[in-house]
């Protein structure tokens, strides 16, 4: 198994319990490993669990047919069963499954005051960076961006985003308008104490480690990865965020170049007027698609990831998906003998359930990695597999902004066309409820706050039930809709 995240951990875990006799190698590029802790199954579909780093000793002594190996690939031979690695050995297999995750997709790649997060050391090397700054630059609109931009105290943010509202990735516009409030809020609550160990890697590793660490990408972050970090800028007040919508960076000039442009900057934008020119000289500036161009310290890129599919592609066959993720069937198979992959390296090219679709989260990189270590193993004993239930329905519990957040189904109307209606119910400060409906049935759900309505949904969009006959009534309040459907 190569990849020591969620996806190649829980791969090899199973592997180990299914094959207790047999030797599996886990090939991993950084010394901690991501372990699933705490796991909970919420509800059939829904899982909650913490992420855990782990010193891969930890992982051996639980299951003593793991060997762990640390060290990055440097080729795979698939004609040849073997995988080369960086420190100069090679390794047959009889299976190998691919977890090896995905990178930052960075706006711009070797600008020195762009800096990626995905993962635990580009959080750190952000946090060294936030402490001297006044001001900085936020691409991006996923899960990251939006929990840095509401963690983030002392420094003002310019939040640039291609949509026209915040967290698209996982909400809609009235989810977006409803969490908004608690950007501008002054006073924070102190957030819930995080029960998670961290470890870190020790001084002297750190100087040990090549200076090229940069392009070896770690693990990715957890859900709650900013816990811990200190993030705060120079400044005392403690919220400042300014949203550009409907634009994207155009292109980012050194202090030099914007001297020789000739052309103005922009202050931080007072409530609700424009902002005017800014007089002062910042490291570097950029402009983005709207015409406007703000000065700040640096540039977060927080624009999603490409899966990390390079060190295994040179001379080899492998189908690739137009996400640029190996393809596999749906029993995990890449296009090549004995080769599976699992979690964010995977593109799902299987025809998936009217109500599942593949997204790069925690939740899915466990999944897939516990399902691909089962089809390992039902073809090495030859036998039939069915898909897996996970794979019914698409499922995601998270937090954002402090609030517990359900995603279920096509919940954001993925692929559903116009023919679909959305209903909703809103508390403001408490509670956001949306479904999806086509043809009188459930397609899709987000839930924001303490609803306590995940289990019921999930059944009605699993079961297809028509419920044309309610009507509005599906989220009146005053009807308990829980015992209605039990």
């Known amino acids: ?7 190649g951990v829980t791969c090899a875990e199973k592997l180990a319990a299914e094959f207790p006799s047999e030797d599996i190698f886990l090939l991993t590029a950084s010394p901690l490993i991501k372990a699933v802790t705490n796991f909970k199954q919420v509800s059939k579909t829904l899982e909650e669990f913490d992420v855990e780093e782990q010193p891969s000793s930890l992982l051996e002594n639980r299951y003593p047919n793991i060997k762990v190996i640390q060290s990055g690939v440097k ?14 050995k090679e390794y047959t297999y009889e299976k190998l499954c691919l977890c090896a995750g995905a990178k930052p997709k960075l706006i711009f790649e070797g600008n020195p005051y762009v800096l990626g997060i995905r993962d635990t050391d580009s959080a750190q090397a952000f946090q060294k960076n936030l402490a001297q700054a006044e001001r900085i630059v936020v691409v991006g609109n996923g899960g990251i961006a939006l929990e840095l931009v509401y963690e983030i105290q002392g ?81 005392e007040f403690s919220h400042k965020v300014h949203i550009e919508i409907l634009c994207e960076v155009k292109k980012i000039h050194s202090q030099q170049e914007f001297i020789q442009l000739q052309r103005t900057s922009l202050t931080f934008p007072k409530e609700e007027e424009n902002a005017e020119p800014d007089g002062v000289l910042w490291p570097v500036y950029v402009e983005l698609t709207n015409g406007k161009i703000y000065g700040c310290d640096f540039i977060v890129s927080a624009t999603g990831v490409v899966p990390n599919i390079k060190p295994f592609i040179d001379g080899n066959n492998f189908a690739v998906g137009e996400d640029g993720g190996l393809k596999v069937d749906k029993h995990m198979h890449t296009s090549l003998p004995d080769i599976y992959a ?59 902004f402090n609030y517990k957040v359900v995603v279920l189904g096509k919940y954001n109307a993925q692929g559903l066309g116009l023919d679909h209606e959305l209903m909703l119910r809103c508390t403001k400060g408490q509670e956001y409820v ?26 009605l969009i699993l079961n297809q039930m028509d419920l044309s006959a309610y009507g509005e009534d599906l989220l009146n309040p005053d009807i308990d809709i829980e015992d209605y459907f039990d």
């Open 1 to 7: 198994v190569v990849g020591g995240g969620i996806a």
């Open 342 to 400: 699992a979690g964010d390296i995977c593109t799902a090219s299987w025809e998936p359930s009217p109500v599942w679709h593949q997204m790069r989260l925690w939740t899915q990189a466990r999944q897939m990695g516990w399902y691909a270590a089962k089809c390992m193993a039902a073809d090495t004993l030859g036998e039939p597999i069915d898909m897996d239930f996970s794979f019914e329905l698409f499922a995601h519990v998270t937090k954002f």
């Open 434 to 459: 949306k479904v999806v409906m086509q043809n009188g049935r459930m397609m899709g759900a987000v839930l924001i706050g303490e609803t306590d309505l995940e289990e019921t949904f999930e059944n």
């Open 75 to 88: 080729q795979l031979k698939s004609d040849e069963h073997k995988i080369f690695t960086e420190d100069g």
């Open 155 to 235: 420094c003002e943010v310019i939040w640039a985003i291609k949509d026209k509202a915040i967290g698209n990735t996982f909400f809609d516009a009235g989810a977006a308008e409803f969490l908004i409030p608690k950007l501008t809020a002054e006073k924070r609550e102190t957030p819930i104490e995080c029960k998670r160990t961290k470890y870190t890697m020790e001084e002297s590793e750190e100087k040990d480690r090549h200076v090229a660490a940069s392009d070896k990408p770690g693990s990715a972050l957890g859900p709650d990865w900013h816990e811990g970090l200190h993030l705060k800028g120079t400044k």
